[in-house]
């Protein structure tokens, strides 16, 4: 009984969990002009890579459903029970060769195609060569938000990917490593590439090379925890100008606002800077996103909510009214407080 109750609890939060995310993804999407989440519709090469096997693999098996219905149907309006068939016995047939041949060849020859095809665009999207010059992020997958790192570029930002868009004439993909920092994940943009999982002890790796501008949503697509259909991400395609004064804004050290001091102080004496980042002051966290360009995110939560001033003051405030299980404490700050340090994070550009 009890294991019982454990699995409906289980097949329960999943379901809510299946929910959730596809109302988070269409809140996602509305928090301004994006790309949706058809894998029909492909704007990477991985990604075409994969809507064309997807393609040829519906096509194939589309063909032998449609022969074994047509089978089927034969079958049971030729051999139809008709009057004066009650007392006498169906003609027994006892085999046939060519038959068995058929349906033991033409199988495997289905299987083989179907093998062959997958591997190799399997080999093609895993074993690319990376090009110099490639942009390279760090993906890490946390419960339940994005960290991305720009080993190269210095830069550290959450939930929110920017990367150049790729010149068809001279391919310049991004090559992404996927890590985990507690338990497995499943990195997915559909309209760029495939998913694939962040496990913890085991890097993987994934590149995309995006052929238009624009916002592309995603998620993570392996269930890990209460929170898991709302660990949405953003990816912004840029140009390359664009990308460029992106990474030279990241760059900088946080705003220094004399205006919002007491908002400061308030956020380095309380935990936020055991958990938070903010660039060229004390706070150096690590367990929750960087925040030291906070206000250049259109989203907060991992996109559970757009980044405005009354969302941002009750994600502090209380975190569970917007992403319930969140493994961000409500730091019970008096109202005064809680105004400050949401006026300091304010300036956080």
């Known amino acids: 009984m009890l294991m019982r109750r454990m699995t409906a609890s289980k097949f329960q939060a999943i379901g809510q969990s299946m929910v959730l995310a596809f109302l988070s993804t269409a809140s996602f999407a509305a928090n301004g002009p994006a790309n949706g989440t058809n894998i029909f519709s492909p704007a990477s090469t991985p990604a075409?890579?994969?809507t064309h096997l997807s393609v040829f693999v519906l096509v194939i098996t589309g063909i032998i459903f449609v022969v074994v219905l047509a089978l089927l149907v034969y079958s049971l309006i030729k051999?139809?029970?008709?009057?004066?068939?009650?007392?006498r016995e169906p003609a027994q047939v006892y085999g046939s060769t060519q038959i068995e041949l058929a349906w033991t060849i033409i199988p495997i020859l289905i299987v083989v195609v179907l093998f062959l095809a997958t591997a190799r665009v399997i080999h093609?999207?895993?074993d690319a060569p990376q090009p110099p010059g490639a942009i390279e992020v760090t993906v890490i997958g946390h419960q339940y938000w994005w960290e991305f790192r720009y080993p190269k570029l210095g830069v550290v930002t959450a939930n929110e990917l920017h990367i150049p868009v790729s010149d068809p004439a001279n391919s310049n993909p991004t090559f992404l490593t996927l890590l985990s920092a507690d338990t497995d994940h499943s990195f997915w943009v559909p309209e760029l590439a495939g998913k694939t999982d962040l496990i913890p002890g085991h890097p993987n790796r994934m590149w995309v090379d995006p052929e238009r501008t624009g916002i592309f949503l995603g998620q993570c697509a392996q269930y890990c925890g209460v929170q898991h259909a709302k660990m949405l991400l953003r990816v912004s395609v840029d140009s390359p100008e664009d990308f460029a004064a992106w990474v030279r804004e990241q760059q900088q050290p946080a705003v220094q606002d004399?205006?919002?001091?007491?908002?400061?102080?308030?956020?380095e004496r309380n935990a936020c800077m055991n958990c938070h980042a903010v660039g060229g002051t004390p706070a150096n966290g690590r367990f929750g996103p960087d925040l030291t360009h906070l206000m250049t995110r259109a989203t907060i939560a991992s996109g559970a909510a757009k980044n405005t001033p009354e969302n941002l003051r009750l994600w502090v405030q209380?975190?569970?009214a917007i992403k319930p299980g969140s493994l961000m404490p409500a730091m019970q700050l008096n109202d005064a407080d809680l105004d400050a340090v949401?006026?300091?994070?304010?300036?956080l550009r």
Do not use: I, K, L
């Open 48 to 50: 075409r890579m994969v």
């Open 79 to 87: 051999f139809r029970e008709r009057g004066g068939d009650a007392n």
């Open 124 to 126: 093609a999207v895993q």
């Open 258 to 267: 004399t205006s919002v001091e007491t908002g400061r102080r308030v956020f």
């Open 318 to 320: 209380n975190p569970s």
């Open 342 to 347: 949401v006026s300091y994070m304010e300036t």
